[in-house]
């Protein structure tokens, strides 16, 4: 089982996710209130190993791209977003327990030129082959600025027999779906 993901607390990682379909309503109000507001995306998330993740521990860098499209939002200008966030990993190996990183930020920016900035607690399971991290929180400050957050991600745990190899793991490809509501 390979078990290194780390989960910045703000950078999203990891999981085969199941789309879930959202619909977004404004609910009326008093001219007082906002309309409630909400996005629902899908996407992928691709993760990078530099050097390749093997059996032997060492310092590694971490780089997640994550792609947030289609989106469904109450903003029509809000179509999809991007994240992405580097670290470095002590002591990484594909025999590592799955360690969750609470310190790196976690941005998501829009394709309307809006930035979201997020506080998440993360959530490791793996099972069957896949991993599914799960990311809990806030959008701190930016577009939904007050907003609870819920990010997905899954991937397939890689084929154990690719951390015998001098090159080890560099790569997962998964799945990443967001939803972001406010009001």
């Not at 992928?44 to 993740?53: A, K, M």
């Not at 609870?148 to 560099?170: E, F, K, R, S």
């Amino acid at each position: 089982m390979l078990a290194t993901r780390s989960r910045p607390a703000r950078a999203a990682v990891l999981i085969a996710a199941v789309i879930t379909s959202g619909t977004a309503t404004l609910a009326a109000a008093p001219a007082a209130h906002a309309a409630v507001s909400s996005t629902t995306c899908a996407g992928s998330s691709v993760i990078t190993y530099q050097p390749g993740l093997t059996n032997t521990a060492q310092t590694v860098t971490y780089t997640e791209t994550d792609t947030f499209s289609p989106c469904l939002s109450t903003d029509i200008t809000l179509t999809r977003g991007t994240s992405a966030v580097t670290i470095s990993l002590p002591d990484a190996s594909c025999l590592a327990a799955p360690s969750l990183t609470t310190d790196t930020p976690y941005e998501i920016d829009w394709n309307n030129g809006r930035v979201s900035d997020i506080s998440l607690s993360f959530t490791d399971v793996v099972a069957e082959g896949i991993e599914q991290v799960t990311g809990v929180g806030t959008v701190t400050s930016g577009k939904f600025a007050g907003a609870a957050v819920t990010i997905v991600w899954a991937y397939v745990v890689p084929d154990p027999l690719q951390c015998l190899t001098p090159q080890g793991v560099t790569t997962q490809v998964g799945t990443i779906t967001a939803q972001i509501i406010g009001t």
